[in-house]
């Protein structure tokens, strides 16, 4: 070290690494409208293509009629399953096992199901021409309720599967049943669960949620037929996997498909699915040879793109006298709409909701899933959840609610007495899983402390007090959850999706003069990837993160990934730029051994570089290494600085947290406001603050969503009842209620840098938080268990059932 040389502290400052507040890198082409989104792509020639869809729930086709529409001038095209069935492209394999029509064949099975695609030289005339297409209907009986649709007599909604009494997840008992899905031990809970001195019991339902991304879903498919290589930009999740099924479906090999992710407006799950406009598009561009465009409207993503949650959770939760809980039980009645089009890993038709025992230790529990279809729009995404955590943590929350009811006692005190310790970590849960670290008693006493929960309970009493002498009509509600998230998956050995094993993986090149770029199987829909991966690597190898390029959602050049969601960017990708950037420091240190002359074991390093152990003015900064790199020629090395890694994680992480919400009820009008809500995260080791607290105030502002107002509704008819933002709750600035943030730091022990994921956590603990204050705010007028969302309507109805209107 010479006079120069800045103390390591500032150096390590300067590189805005691990734990830096760094500015979003992406923020500033963002906010000057210059993101380049799907529908920003404009290429000469360009056709545009529109749906004609199905008005009815369900209904058999007995004719389509497309001459009015092809005879318009500007249509090219009218495709129908009849055009695809040659190609055997009228129906598509989806990601849960099943398969879905691509086009009506023959019936329709929900209301906005694709009937026809028209392709013409523009947008306008595209749905100009949808209106021309007659199609005849002859209704058939709807089914929108999950129970009715194992009744004996409840109509056949699946006439391909016919006959089918094996499925992809097991055997079938009835026409409309896909699957039972049993974990734990039945016997041993059901014991445990006769004998036990308290047992509370409740149907907890939680409602069809839709992720509503700002863009919604498209692509552009454009088929090269000089060279035979097929492009297609699209709002996908997963480009690699797409590609690889887009191969598997076409018959196209895989090298000849280039599959590009452009800036995406927000995923949240609902771009993870093939959709049917992705494969109209593609054969469209294949039979015109020029490129097709298909952007969906705001309607048409609410309507018929994927849907999140609808699951019917009855449960039993047991205890002794004094509150420790002895066993747990679940029954999930699913609806999974007119096909299985969930969006999990293979092994897990439920996803992870057999991480349904929370935060608690709980000895014994069983779980069995049962999936319906109905005549409601496919999917069960993860919306901005790890594949049903959120159903789950709901669950539990309420479960404990409702069990310190029962107990008559303070469901804070509850939630202590049962969580896992801190020594028991790692800790095997009774469902199977292995949770990595936690120390959850910590957290809460923290998020307890802050919120003064003591002083909240006394105010709430006098509230009470009030109410009931007529000195005012809002209640006061505390809404407590503790949650713990599972998040990351693989392993591959437990996790694939259509085979394709869920690892991640990173790729870095340094440049001769000291900067980099790095490319990642993931692709950011808002998160801040590009800058937060830099700063993992500013840390693993001394380059400042504003001197490293992110990339991804090329499949031409990122290195093959499973993709972005069920917040699986940092514990997996993320750990594989870690991994990357030690291979790249291991090879530094010896073409730094090799410049200083010493053994590779005699240099250490430091920050941004290697200096001689004992001698640290002597030394090779990062930058002076990566020169070397390409001018040296270093005995026993090839030259260039670059490394490649490909993450199998060992395990999942599991992030947790404790959320409050105190919210003030009117029970005149059912308005709401919520007074305080505090948000306490543990994701481990933390890499931007910044963006961790964009993450909460963005997840916990769509979980007040979902609490309180957003669902897709549905009439007896199988009409969608919300299908338009004016019906659909997205909350603006307006209802946004102010967040306080905190953290613990629990490092995962087996993630190379020690974090897990958050992008998720908000969204799975706001939700019981918010209704956990509903229900509170009610308790001491004898509610045990209503329904979400909460809008003022139903607050309202539920004060009038408790009389509380005179
Ligand atoms: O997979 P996805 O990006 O949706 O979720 P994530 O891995 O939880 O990351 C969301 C954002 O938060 C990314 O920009 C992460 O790098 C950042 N993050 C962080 O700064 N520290 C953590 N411990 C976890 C995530």
């Known amino acids: 070290m010479n006079e120069m040389t800045p103390p390591n502290t500032e150096r390590a400052a300067a590189l805005k690494g691990l734990g830096s507040s760094r500015k979003r890198v992406e923020d500033a082409r963002f906010t000057q409208g210059k993101g380049n989104y799907v529908d920003d792509i404009k290429m000469p020639g360009m056709l545009f293509g529109d749906f004609v869809r199905s008005p009815y729930a369900h209904a058999r086709i007995t004719s389509i009629n497309a001459d009015k529409a092809k005879a318009l001038p500007g249509v090219i095209a009218v495709l129908t399953a009849a055009d695809l069935a040659p190609l055997n492209l009228h129906w598509m394999p989806t990601l849960a096992g099943d398969v879905q029509m691509v086009l009506a064949d023959g019936k329709v099975l929900f209301q906005g199901q694709e009937v026809a695609f028209v392709v013409a030289e523009n947008r306008y005339i595209a749905a100009d021409a949808v209106e021309l297409v007659e199609v005849g209907y002859e209704e058939l009986p709807v089914v929108v309720d999950p129970f009715a649709a194992e009744a004996p007599d409840a109509p056949v909604l699946r006439e391909d599967l016919a006959g089918k009494t094996e499925g992809a997840h097991g055997p079938r008992r009835h026409h409309n049943h896909i699957f039972t899905w049993e974990q734990g031990d039945r016997d041993a809970t059901e014991k445990v669960l006769g004998s036990a001195d308290v047992v509370a019991e409740e149907m907890v339902y939680y409602h069809r949620t839709h992720p509503c991304p700002l863009e919604t879903c498209g692509c552009v498919a454009s088929m090269d037929k000089v060279n035979g290589k097929l492009t297609v930009w699209g709002t996908f999740q997963a480009p690699h996997a797409v590609r690889t099924v887009a191969s598997l479906i076409s018959g196209i090999a895989e090298h000849n498909i280039r599959v590009i992710s452009p800036d995406i407006g927000g995923g949240f799950g609902n771009k993870v699915g093939v959709y049917p406009g992705y494969i109209c598009s593609i054969v469209a561009s294949i039979v015109t040879g020029v490129p097709v465009k298909w952007v969906e409207d705001r309607m048409e993503n609410l309507m018929a793109t994927a849907f999140a949650r609808d699951y019917w959770m009855k449960g039993k939760i047991s205890a002794t006298k004094d509150g420790k809980i002895t066993g747990l039980s679940c029954h999930v009645t699913a609806d999974h709409g007119a096909f299985d089009a969930c969006a999990d890993p293979t092994k897990f038709p439920a996803g992870f909701f057999n991480i349904c025992t929370g935060s608690y230790d709980i000895p014994v529990a069983y779980l069995a899933v049962d999936g319906v279809y109905t005549n409601k729009a496919p999917g069960g995404v993860a919306y901005r959840c790890s594949f049903r955590v959120t159903e789950a943590a709901y669950f539990i929350e309420r479960m404990i609610e409702v069990l310190a009811i029962k107990l008559g006692m303070d469901a804070a005190e509850l939630r202590r007495k049962n969580f896992i310790r801190k020594d028991q970590f790692p800790y095997h849960s009774a469902l199977g899983w292995e949770y990595d670290s936690g120390d959850y008693h910590t957290a809460w006493d923290k998020a307890l402390k802050a919120v003064d929960y003591e002083g909240l309970r006394r105010e709430q009493a006098q509230r009470i007090q009030d109410f009931k002498a007529g000195k005012t009509r809002k209640l006061l509600g505390i809404g407590l959850t503790h949650f713990t998230e599972i998040v990351g998956a693989g392993p591959v050995k437990n996790c694939d999706i259509l085979g394709l094993g869920m690892f991640d993986s990173c790729e870095i090149r340094i440049h001769p003069t000291g900067s980099a770029i790095a490319r990642l199987g993931t692709i950011s829909q808002g998160q801040g990837h590009a800058t937060t991966f830099a700063q993992i690597l500013a840390s693993e190898i001394g380059i400042p993160a504003d001197d490293i390029t992110v990339e991804e959602g090329d499949t031409d050049t990122a290195p093959y990934g499973l993709g972005t969601y069920g917040s699986r960017s940092t514990p997996v990708a993320g750990a594989a730029t870690a991994m990357a950037g030690r291979k790249i420091r291991a090879k530094a240190q010896m073409i730094a051994a090799y410049l200083l002359e010493v053994h590779d074991d005699d240099v250490e390093w430091d920050v941004d570089r290697f200096a001689v152990k004992g001698a640290p003015e002597r030394f090779k900064t990062m930058k002076e290494i990566a020169f070397a790199a390409y001018n040296q020629a270093i005995p026993g090395l090839e030259p260039g600085l670059e490394a490649v890694s490909y993450f199998d994680p060992p395990n999942m992480t599991y992030p947790f947290g404790a959320y409050i919400c105190v919210m003030e009820i009117d029970v005149d009008t059912g308005e709401h406001e919520i007074r305080q809500f505090y948000a306490l995260d543990d994701c481990g080791t933390r890499i931007n603050p910044m963006i961790i607290e964009g993450q909460i105030h963005g997840g916990a502002t769509e979980g007040y969503a979902i609490a309180m107002g957003q669902e897709i509704a549905y009439d007896d008819m199988g009409n969608v009842k919300t299908g338009t933002l004016m019906d659909f709750f997205l909350p603006t600035a307006w209802e946004t209620p102010h967040y306080t943030t905190d953290f613990t730091v629990t490092p995962s ?58």
């Not at 190379?752 to 998720?760: D, H, L, M, R, S």
């Not at 969204?763 to 204050?773: E, I, K, R, T």
């Open 749 to 806: 022990p087996h993630h190379p840098i020690g974090a897990k994921g958050v992008g998720e956590s908000p969204n799975v603990g706001s939700v019981p938080a918010f209704s956990n204050a509903v229900h509170d705010a009610f308790r001491a007028f004898g509610l045990t268990q209503t329904h979400m969302p909460h809008d003022h309507w139903r607050i309202w109805k539920t004060a009038h059932e408790l009389g509380l209107h005179g």
